[in-house]
């Protein structure tokens, strides 16, 4: 059976919360039976996304409140 997980692909400071925050990807792993296949990649998000919603004013395009800020554009990956 498959299975679906959110990992770290990529860490940067943000200034907007004033910490260290991940870009995460919604993985889907494939079934046992399947060992060579590579995870699927479904969606992306920031690991702080739900605290930045509940702030005024436009957050990020990983917030989905700016659709032209990118904190992660220049952060190396994990
Ligand atoms: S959602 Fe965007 S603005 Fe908010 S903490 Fe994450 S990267 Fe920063």
């Known amino acids: 059976m498959a ?8 860490r940067q ?3 907007r ?4 925050v ?6 889907v ?3 046992a039976h399947l060992p060579e296949s590579p ?7 920031c690991s702080h996304w739900a605290d930045c919603n509940s702030m005024e004013g436009q957050a990020c395009i990983w917030a989905g409140t700016h ?12």
């Open 3 to 10: 299975w679906v997980t959110w990992e770290p692909i990529r």
């Open 13 to 15: 400071l943000c200034d």
């Open 17 to 20: 919360v004033g910490e260290e």
């Open 22 to 27: 991940a870009l995460e990807a919604k993985l």
């Open 29 to 31: 792993y494939p079934a």
């Open 39 to 45: 995870p699927r990649v479904l969606a992306h998000r």
């Open 67 to 78: 659709a032209e800020y990118d904190p992660f554009q220049f952060a190396s990956a994990d």
